[in-house]
């Protein structure tokens, strides 16, 4: 059973920065692919960004990329998203998600991914 973790969220103005980070155990944190997906109020859940098992490779949604930046830590079983310039529609509560079966980096539906953090609110005022 994989345990993920999220932290970091918080209020911030508009233009500013978060970095939230996910902590996971339970098992091989290197062998799996993550993701953060993020759910405004009366949305679905959205992809956001993905990164390989040995991080050489990220992928964004376009709404995020040039603002947000995924990374990862095996070492400490831990991932990140640093999310710059933040903007009003920004605000959500950010998931982060792992996926066990494959390496194709990729992977942007909700279905793809096995195990879910409870999540954390990102809020970003005007």
């Known amino acids: 059973q994989v345990q993920l973790v999220e932290s970091g969220g918080g209020l911030v103005q508009a233009g500013g920065s978060l970095r939230l980070s996910c902590a996971a155990s339970?098992?091989?944190?290197?062998?799996?692919?993550m993701g953060w997906f993020r759910q405004a109020p009366g949305k679905e859940r959205e992809f956001a960004a993905a990164i390989s098992r040995s991080a050489g490779n990220t992928y964004y949604a376009d709404s995020v990329k040039g603002r947000f930046t995924i990374s990862r830590d095996n070492a400490k079983n831990t991932v990140y998203l640093q999310m710059n310039s933040l903007k009003p529609e920004d605000t959500a509560v950010y998931y982060c998600?792992?996926?066990?079966?494959?390496?194709?980096?990729?992977?942007?539906?909700?279905?793809?991914?096995?195990?879910w953090g409870q999540g954390t609110q990102v809020t970003v005022s005007s």
């Open positions: 339970g098992g091989t944190f290197s062998s799996y692919v």
């Open positions: 998600a792992a996926d066990l079966r494959g390496t194709y980096y990729r992977k942007t539906a909700v279905s793809a991914y096995d195990y």
